[in-house]
């Protein structure tokens, strides 16, 4: 069974443009389990442009609701993730000029620190992701790490398909990472730029067993409703 997670950032972006208190990010993460989410995503972001630490701690408070939580590795984020406590963690890259997180990590760079995180994490039977570019070297490396999961960055695969370009080097990309991850004893994600078309061709690599997705999921939602696009996606992946 392939599961959903439901990025409810922006519905915290909605909500800062007024400055006020709606919509509610803690109101919309139980709306969208109750319309069929597996999970909800949300990114702690060090800006903090749209979650903020009193929407993940009360997210994170909600009974029965699997919550992902994206951080970067700057070491304040890391300690507030740890007084927060998801069910899952997801490790991002984070820049401060990008309007979305752009990339996979940087695993070789980052190594020491992503292994004290994930190990901190651990501890606490957190079940940790990285996001990453589909290649096998950082497929190894995540391994090495000691990751529970891997979160492929399907963006370049989204973009093309969005524009109509040949997807086929870049699906055998992920499809070869799926392979050796699920290998190797980890589970398999994805998740960036997601919409219906790119959804439905990843959901036929048996080895992605769960999808994030944000953006497209709001801005379609505008249209025709959370219920209705979360049916969809459901509909798609299942
Ligand atoms: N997965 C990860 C790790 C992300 O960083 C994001 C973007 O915040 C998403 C999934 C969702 O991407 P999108 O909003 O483009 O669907």
Redesign the pocket.
């Known amino acids: 069974m392939k599961r959903i997670g439901v990025?409810i950032?922006h519905i915290a972006t909605l909500r800062n443009a007024r400055g006020e208190h709606h919509p509610d990010p803690f109101f919309a993460a139980k709306f969208v389990k109750k319309l069929g989410a597996d999970s909800i995503?949300i990114?702690l972001r060090e800006d903090r442009r749209h979650i903020n630490d009193s929407d993940a701690k009360k997210i994170c408070s909600i009974k029965n609701l699997l919550v992902n939580l994206?951080i970067s590795i700057k070491d304040e984020i890391v300690e507030n993730a740890l007084k927060i406590n998801p069910n899952f963690i997801?490790i991002?890259p984070e820049n401060r000029k990008e309007v979305?997180?752009e990339g996979g990590l940087n695993l070789k760079k980052n190594k020491n620190k992503i292994k004290s995180i994930i190990n901190l994490f651990k501890k606490k039977r957190i079940r940790t992701s990285l996001?990453i570019n589909p290649n096998l070297n950082d497929i190894l490396i995540s391994k090495d790490l000691g990751a529970d999961c891997i979160?492929i960055h399907t963006g370049r695969l989204a973009n093309l398909v969005k524009s109509k370009k040949n997807i086929y080097k870049e699906l055998l990309r992920i499809k070869k990472s799926s392979k050796l991850a699920e290998q190797l004893g980890m589970e398999v994600h994805a998740?960036?730029?997601?919409d219906y078309r790119s959804t439905k061709l990843l959901s036929k690599i048996n080895e992605i067993k769960e999808f994030?997705?944000?953006?497209?999921i709001i801005g379609e939602s505008v249209f025709y409703g959370l219920q209705k696009v979360i049916k969809e996606f459901r509909k798609i992946v299942k």
């Open positions: 990025n950032d995503t990114h994206e997801c991002v979305t997180t996001f979160e998740g960036h730029g997601l994030n997705i944000g953006h497209f």
